[in-house]
């Protein structure tokens, strides 16, 4: 039922198929919001490239999953894996992230952790997107978002976690938690995450309509820091990330967690009760038949 | 004691009367803030009207209560009864409100239940201005506020708990919680809605000085969300309503209710202790004798 | 190892000594942030001047201790006793702050009440500042903060006690909680009483990265609420409260209790845990470290 309102929404499937098949550069790149029902590629490409550079102490995390860096199981692991790795090196003080894949920055959920899988492996899943944002949300690390495309919903969610998030200044990109566009509900971390960063009323009108902000209507809102040409947008996360390194470690980390600690330490506290609740509404036999839908619509358009 | 200032302030009791009484045209029109002495009218003509368009799933309410709307234990009770109905009707979808007075959307709470009542009156008068506030603040249906006029007091709490407002552009109309200026104090409930859609330190401004805010003020601080011309206030709604519409109702229910609901548990946990508040304040020789002298100089005034 | 990093900040040592020994006009006035260590000043001369004009109920609080007004035991406790005497004094009812040193309206708290000073003085020091932000923030005066030079850490804390902000438009002038630049953190009601001015995202990226503000950026984000010349910072002062007194006290005074209480609430019931962890903080080795070196070089310098 839910997601065949994303059927009728102008930006659900039709976006996500010009992504995926089209060179169309007439609308803004819509890129699949929420659920990307991703092709599955079977190499041992890393999915993420991490290049950290020690004379700096920063790390450029570089999402390379193809084609549209969707938060699939194995993506959001192998995320996660290199996130700690970077967390307990020392050395590392800053971490940038970015795409390398063209016009996103993210996609969003993977809609294949979602369809025709046991409630055991939808936990597994739900698990790893929770463990992505605590992750992130309370780095030590500061935490620069190059967000170089599209970054719908948990791509938005991924930005937000950053201390700031500097956005490729191309109105057919657009960014924002769009979820009831395709008739799902945002959790309350990702409410809260975004309460934090624009306030109470834009992110109840942004969630109610699962609003898509142009990069100059998110930065009007607050939802990023600051856009310049897209070509610019990495070396101004390096430049920023040199100002933020000015401030002393320890004092900037004790300011963040305090700042942070009361959000996280509410999903911390809700967490498997957070997994039931994604794992019984996403079982139902109304989403999954939606689902189903969705992806044979997709098989067609692409035959 | 609390309404002798009033009486001394410029945009109480002139306010009112010009309102009332004239039809003057140089002032912003300054209906009563907050308390309304209206006209008995002992007509059984309903006080509000609601045209359902089946086909479209949307309500518009008309408050046609002269003279301005107030806000009387009558018209909280046939408007909340007319808001239940529209709430359990399945096929209505979505709620415009919207005034059929002239320069006016609602002038707030009606005097005339305040003054020489009982207590069990007084507090059941209140206990029907927090179902209002209940039920609009909680209501499933899309709601928007379509502002044909000023709206102080009572009447800006009614449109803070829409999803939407849309004002007339009309410099002589004015919107705010001014409380103060009476000399009475918005409850924690219309702060904390006021507090939800305009932010903490705006709210600390406007309830400290009562600050009515034009149309354009009101604009840039977030109290309404779009400004258009007086005579398309009704039709701005409707389509948006078109937009809002667009969304499945239960991911956007569910979403309003996660924004919504600490809120409202506030009020409903201390239901019974807020209306005591009220009567014991309300009841107390010093306001009664004020409410005497500002209804006595009403009348003179009127003769 | 926290002032080290002040040390080599570009902002704080050769600010401060600008400050006291130069007359530079050149770059942005940038007075000690956080950490003052003032001329010893041993005679009588009151820290405070207090001017009331009866006849308006209005007190005038001239901060007048040189050089840069910096918060020491003796300062907060002369500035407590006569804010404390004012609002005991039922005639009083409003409180406007100003400095008489040039270019600073407080530059902070005071550096030598935390240098080789016994655990117990410490937190005697400790516990003088939060008296003054506890009165300030719950004050049942209006109180308008004149802000007529630079005021960072603490003189921003001082300001965003007050009801109103007014800052004189020098772009030489900087106001801000910038702690974590020296390498040192903003406690939790600090943070609590900035959030409750600009909002949760602007304070974390302000507290993050320890900003000050140029009078045109704090307008911006809402740290102060008016700018005027700097010759005109009083007058203005002035004529806003009279706006204020035009609100019946009664009523303002509940809507500001209504709006700061939680917030105080909060300090009062860890008040003396707040104690504890600034005095292990500042008492440890590292840090007592830091400040002789620190003094050192403040000394070798005015050599």
């Given at each position: 039922m839910a997601l065949r309102a994303a059927l009728r929404s102008k930006c659900g499937l039709p976006g996500l198929l010009s992504q995926l098949s089209s060179h169309s550069s007439h609308a803004r790149v819509c890129v699949s919001p929420v659920l990307v029902a991703q092709q599955r590629n079977n190499s041992t490409t890393p999915k993420v490239k991490v290049e950290f550079d020690q004379s700096t102490g920063v790390a450029v995390m570089h999402m390379q999953s193809p084609p549209v860096n969707s938060l699939s199981l194995d993506f959001l692991t192998e995320f996660c894996i290199n996130v700690e790795k970077l967390e307990m090196d020392k050395t590392c003080r800053g971490l940038i992230i970015t795409s390398s894949q063209p016009k996103v920055f993210s996609a969003g959920l993977d809609i294949m952790e979602m369809y025709g899988k046991s409630p055991e492996r939808c936990g597994e899943f739900w698990?790893?997107?929770?463990?992505?944002?605590?992750?992130?949300?309370?780095?030590?690390?500061?935490?620069?978002?190059?967000?170089?495309?599209?970054?719908?919903?948990?791509?938005?969610?991924?930005?937000?976690?950053?201390?700031?998030?500097?956005?490729?200044?191309?109105?057919?990109?657009?960014?924002?938690?769009?979820?009831?566009?395709?008739?799902?509900?945002?959790?309350?971390?990702?409410?809260?995450?975004?309460?934090?960063?624009?306030?109470?009323?834009?992110?109840?009108?942004?969630?109610?309509?699962?609003?898509?902000?142009?990069?100059?209507?998110?930065?009007?809102?607050?939802?990023?820091?600051?856009?310049?040409?897209?070509?610019?947008?990495?070396?101004?996360?390096?430049?920023?990330?040199?100002?933020?390194?000015?401030?002393?470690?320890?004092?900037?980390?004790?300011?963040?967690?305090?700042?942070?600690?009361?959000?996280?330490?509410?999903?911390?506290?809700?967490?498997?009760?957070?997994?039931?609740?994604?794992?019984?509404?996403?079982?139902?036999?109304?989403?999954?038949?939606?689902?189903?839908?969705?992806?044979?619509?997709?098989?067609?358009?692409?035959?």
């Open positions: 698990r790893a997107v929770q463990e992505m944002w605590l992750k992130l949300y309370s780095s030590d690390m500061v935490t620069i978002a190059a967000i170089n495309g599209s970054s719908p919903a948990g791509g938005c969610l991924m930005s937000l976690t950053c201390d700031y998030r500097i956005m490729a200044d191309n109105p057919r990109y657009s960014i924002g938690l769009n979820e009831t566009q395709l008739g799902i509900v945002a959790p309350f971390w990702f409410k809260d995450t975004m309460v934090n960063t624009v306030g109470h009323r834009t992110t109840e009108l942004a969630l109610e309509l699962g609003l898509l902000y142009s990069p100059s209507e998110a930065l009007k809102v607050g939802l990023v820091d600051l856009l310049v040409p897209e070509d610019e947008v990495l070396t101004t996360a390096t430049k920023t990330m040199t100002k933020w390194l000015a401030i002393p470690d320890h004092a900037r980390q004790i300011t963040k967690s305090m700042m942070r600690k009361p959000t996280i330490d509410k999903l911390t506290s809700k967490r498997e009760a957070d997994i039931q609740n994604f794992v019984s509404f996403i079982t139902k036999d109304s989403i999954q038949k939606s689902l189903r839908m969705y992806l044979e619509m997709l098989k067609k358009r692409r035959g």
